[in-house]
């Protein structure tokens, strides 16, 4: 089993910054493909970020291209999101989410695709 637990969430006016950590536990990481995903109130659970099990491969949804980015220690064990210019629909609870099995680059974008889930970091951007 992977067990994975977000941190570095918070209140954040808008325009500020913020980076979320994922940290894994349990097993090596390095077989998996990495995703960030979030949830805001009264809507679905929808794709932020993701990256490929080496590093090499990153996937943005647009919204938050050019403002965030997703990047991964293996060695630690560790996923980050780096959000800078922060709006107040960025408002949500975030998810690190861990997949395995990539058959097409469609995979990352599914939430329905991934083995694993952390139980959330709650960001707030306030106007």
């Known amino acids: 089993q992977l067990q994975l637990v977000e941190s570095g969430g918070g209140l954040v006016q808008a325009g500020g910054s913020l980076r979320l950590s994922c940290a894994a536990s349990?097993?090596?990481?390095?077989?998996?493909?990495m995703g960030w995903f979030r949830q805001a109130p009264g809507k679905e659970r929808e794709f932020v970020a993701s990256?490929?099990?080496?590093?090499?491969?990153?996937y943005y949804t647009d919204s938050v291209k050019g403002r965030f980015t997703i990047s991964r220690d293996n060695a630690k064990k560790l996923v980050y999101l780096q959000m800078n210019s922060l709006k107040p629909e960025d408002t949500a609870v975030y998810y690190c989410a861990a997949i395995l099995n990539v058959y097409s680059s469609g995979d990352y974008y599914s939430p329905n695709k991934y083995n694993y889930w952390g139980q959330g970091t709650q960001v707030t951007v306030s106007s």
């Open positions: 990256v490929s099990w080496s590093g090499g491969n990153k």
């Open positions: 349990g097993r090596t990481i390095s077989s998996y493909a």
